[in-house]
């Protein structure tokens, strides 16, 4: 599944995110954790999976049917880690709408991460703020 927001999106290309899942208000994206994902202690760095939610939440804010007279950005986000990932492991960010008001927003997601026997264990819920904005035309 593709989305225009993707093609000059960097960070998400190198974190090799891949788009599962996209709706209005919705977006699932997962990753497969990479041995220089991880940090000092031999589980993946929590900037890592911020960053898979940030993408996440950032998808769910931006339909990829708009008109691009507006985008929707992040105007605050916290993240709560409840157990460690690894190298090797894939990972499934779920990013749903709480609530939409005027220009404001409130998305959840849920990180979850797949042992080798299939199993998903929660590993991070993040909250973000979105706000909608216009888009700023080049002028050159």
Request: charged share 20%.
């Amino acid at each position: 599944m593709t989305h225009p927001m993707l093609a000059d999106d960097a960070a998400s290309g190198w974190l090799g995110v891949a788009i599962e899942k996209i709706d209005d208000g919705h977006a699932t994206l997962s990753m497969v954790l990479r041995p220089e994902m991880m940090n000092g202690f031999g589980v993946s760095h929590g900037g890592m999976i911020f960053a898979l939610a940030d993408s996440a939440f950032a998808f769910a804010c931006n339909p990829a049917g708009s008109d691009g007279s507006s985008q929707t950005v992040a105007a605050g986000a916290d993240i709560n880690f409840l157990a460690p990932s690894h190298a090797g492991q894939k990972l499934t960010a779920v990013a749903d709408r709480r609530s939409s008001n005027g220009r404001s927003g409130l998305y959840d997601v849920q990180v979850f991460a797949e042992s080798a026997d299939g199993a998903q264990q929660l590993i991070a819920e993040f909250r973000g703020r979105s706000r909608t904005i216009p888009t700023r035309r080049s002028t050159q």
